[in-house]
């Protein structure tokens, strides 16, 4: 029994150790099966620049031979400026050349944090006396259509200072990375009449997943993960990823993507699918369709064409059984909320939709939600023109009790208050009249939008609280839609439906030189015509008037 025990306890102190032993993982490699040994004297300081697209760092390799005798050498890891971030001094053992350099393994003594796209150095100091380091060159001789040898992440080397034609290979490791990718730069874009692109970047290699459905079907498609870890930097490429669709349809989906220890990041979002009638998109499904630019203003007061954007999207008021949203666009827009229980968007619970074009939207579901359920809030903005924004909202509806919030106020996409407007003659003044709200004044008082037929904001006014008129002047002659709403405390609403005025547009004062001026273009051409006439009457009279011999 004793021998038993004493069997386990040796295992224990000799497992230990390679319990605590974290595990690495080689997330970037420079290095070609062929180097160039690069002599680095002892004393000398050699250095090699490079961006990083990770998170953490606690490992690298470079490649060496050693024909003298033993020595150490100090690796030290430096950000842009040169400050020091980790060192490590490890022995560098005699080592025959060989073609490609012998490997060393430098593992820092601690895993160092990184901003991923930044750049980094790696500094070589050593007394070894026949120490090379091996290295690719910078500059070769290629085919015209043949890949530039050398990464965009590889920066210049030197040694002592002096640039180096060769680049030192060397590879990267992380430890167990417990943090989730970052996915930059998501969007969805047209890619053919029945298909959409998705690209995303982020900031390590990821492989990826995306679940989408049309909203209302209750279907879910997913296309699983590849299996595959692929570069996805910010400033080097784009991953796409190409998904079957129905066309005039509103799609909701969620992008997943997983590092190669299992983190997992998402990014929900929504897009329209082509629409019949609108230019149509490549029939290569690799190539992302691009709408034909806008066509120039003809004139300089006509406004070019403008793609509805969503910002400011928020939760302005949650309680257990409804949710109130906010959030603005860049031109006149409807507002549409569809709340599902799944970040797809299949399980939909409550769509709310108002047919007002505005600036500010604020809508509310009323009591649709249940207590204590993860909820997925879409909103969606058109404008008159059919151009579309979405954005997902992720929130928890609070559980029902004594401290529960109080229910949101169900909103109304027709507002009871009533507005007025009137147009003094043709001086382009409107005055606009509201009554008081039933409830109470506003905080921050009232805000009055000014939008043209374009969907696009003229004039924006704020008045205290109290106020209920306010005249606008200097409007060009068009036609105009007048909203008023209440502020309270930053979230606005309607007081009322929107007024539409129409401006008389004002007559063009006469310009007496232009009336002048252009009978006297014409006055040449007048006596010319003249002339020829005055000659044709003549030869006719000449012609009856006879011959005296």
Known sequence: MRTFLLIIAIGTLIMTPLRSFAAEEKFFEFATDVGVPIEIPTGSIAIQEFKVHNDYINAIDLWFDNAGSSGSATVTFLDSSNAVLTSKSVTIAPSDPFYTGQQLHVRFSKTVGITSGSWYKIRITSNAPKLRLYGVKRVQFVEHDAPYPIDSSVGGSSVNGESQIAVFKFALYE?????????????????????????????????????????????????????????????????PLTIDTQRDALYTYRLTVRDSWGNEAFFDGAFESWKPGTPVPPADPTVPFVAPPAEAPSSPTESPVVSVTITDARIVALAYNSVQLSWNTNKAANSSLVVSTDPVGAQVVSTVTTGVYELVHTISTGKGIAAGI??????????????????VLPFTAPKAGADAPPAVPEGSSTPTETLQTSVLGEQGLVSIVWDPLVGGEPSNGYRIDIIDAQGNLIESRTVAPGTYAINVDGLAGGEYRVLVYADEKGVVEKVAAPATVVIPKRAEPIDTYELIKRPIVYIPSILFALLILGLAIYSRVQKKIPNKK
């Open 175 to 239: 430890e167990t990375d417990a943090e989730a990718p970052i996915i930059t730069n998501a969007s969805s874009t047209i890619s053919g009449p029945d298909t959409m692109q998705i690209a995303f970047n982020a900031n390590e290699l990821v492989d990826r997943m995306v679940s989408y459905t049309r909203i209302g079907s209750g279907i879910v498609t997913t296309i699983g993960y590849t299996g595959n870890y692929s570069i996805c930097f910010e400033d080097i490429f784009a991953c």
């Open 374 to 391: 993860n909820y997925y809030a879409t909103i969606i903005s058109r404008d008159e023109a059919g151009s579309m924004a979405a954005q």
